[in-house]
Nanobody
Framework: QVQLVESGGGLVQAGASLRLSCAAS????????MGWFRQGPGKEREFVAT????????YYTDSVKGRFTISRDNGKNTLYLQMNSLKPEDTAVYFC???????????????????WGQGTQVTVSS
């Protein structure tokens, strides 16, 4: 079966950095575009970033541009999210998700993604 397992979350102070990882198994990793979503307390799930199957194309929500970097290592079947200059507003459970790279539809919609991880908690204190 397909599994996406996030790791790397934690408790940090504002201005700190974290690197999230998402280990994928049970799928042909490079055939899937990957995304990061997050859900903060009392908020709806929010798109954060996505990356094409090859890693050549990336897109970010405005609030993280210049601070977060999405990347992938297809040889390791692993997705990453480097988060710098963290803010309290970044506090959320972060989920990785996978969608077929050639699928039509909006990359920022969670409904377009086929598989989801369990999430990892990121807490940023002020």
């Amino acid at each position: 079966q397909v599994q996406l397992v996030e790791s790397g979350g934690g408790l940090v102070q504002a201005g700190a950095s974290l690197r999230l990882s998402c280990a994928a198994s049970g799928l042909t990793f490079r055939s899937f575009a990957m995304g990061w979503f997050r859900q903060g307390p009392g908020k709806e799930r929010e798109f954060v970033a996505t990356i094409s199957g090859s890693g050549d194309n990336t897109y970010y929500t405005d609030s993280v541009k210049g601070r977060f970097t999405i990347s992938r290592d297809n040889g390791k079947n692993t997705l990453y999210l480097q988060m710098n200059s963290l803010k309290p507003e970044d506090t959320a459970v972060y989920f990785c998700a996978a969608r077929l790279a050639f699928s039509s539809g909006a990359y920022y919609l969670g409904s377009e993604y086929h598989y989801w991880g369990q999430g990892t908690q990121v807490t940023v204190s002020s």
